[in-house]
């Protein structure tokens, strides 16, 4: 408990400890920094990371002009994306450039008894911005993805690509330089959507 000891009253000078004394309250008072320096982010600064989830596809496969189609393809597969940053931090938020490489998988599905298999790849950019809650970051992305895709089916092969835009938030717990961070990112494609749930883990250097 806090007590207030050796009091003058009179003159209005108090003194005032934990119980244990001094060396006490400073062994607190240094550990409680320590602490607070653990869970602290480093400054504006260069990050990378690797994250792994899954992607699904939305598309619509088929010439408009022909009767019956296009039909839907709406299938995922495992996806994983490599991406860096430049971090700025500011006052009770963060803003950041980010940019990536990202592998959609290879869903396959069955469309008028063939076999359909989308090869989807890209290179996204972002605008990023959060908010800091001490160690846990919330945040948004604004940005878009130049996509290549390369589909078989029906005994052919075909390719197409394009740049799209694409949004996407999630939220990061960090201790220190490196953190874990899960989030959701959507693609608004040509003919269809791309999206992508993920974690991963990130490092921010000094």
Do not use: H
Request: glycine share 16%; aromatic share 14%; with cysteine.
């Amino acid at each position: 408990a806090y007590e207030i000891r050796n009091c003058d009253w009179s003159s209005d000078v108090c003194s005032s400890d934990l119980d244990g004394g001094s060396p006490s309250f400073i062994a607190l008072c240094a550990l409680c920094c320590a602490l607070f320096a653990g869970i602290a982010r480093a400054d504006s600064g260069l990050y990378v990371g690797l994250s792994a989830g899954g992607a699904a596809v939305n598309a619509e496969i088929g010439d408009v002009s022909i009767p019956g189609f296009p039909l839907g393809f709406d299938e995922d597969d495992t996806a994983y994306k490599l991406f860096g940053g430049y971090m700025l931090d500011l006052p009770f938020m963060f803003a950041a450039f980010e940019a990536a490489y990202v592998d959609f998988g290879s869903p396959e599905g069955e469309l008028l008894n063939s076999s359909i298999r989308l090869d989807t790849t890209g290179v996204s950019m972002f605008g990023v911005a959060g908010i800091e809650l001490g160690p846990i970051d919330l945040f948004g992305k604004l940005g878009g993805v130049i996509w290549d895709l390369e589909a078989s089916g029906f005994q052919q092969r075909f390719s197409d690509n394009g740049f799209d835009f694409g949004i996407g938030a999630g939220i990061s717990v960090g201790l220190g330089p490196l953190s874990i961070r899960g989030e959701y990112e959507y693609f608004d494609i040509a003919n269809g959507d791309l999206s992508m749930l993920s974690v991963g883990a990130v490092y921010l250097f000094d």
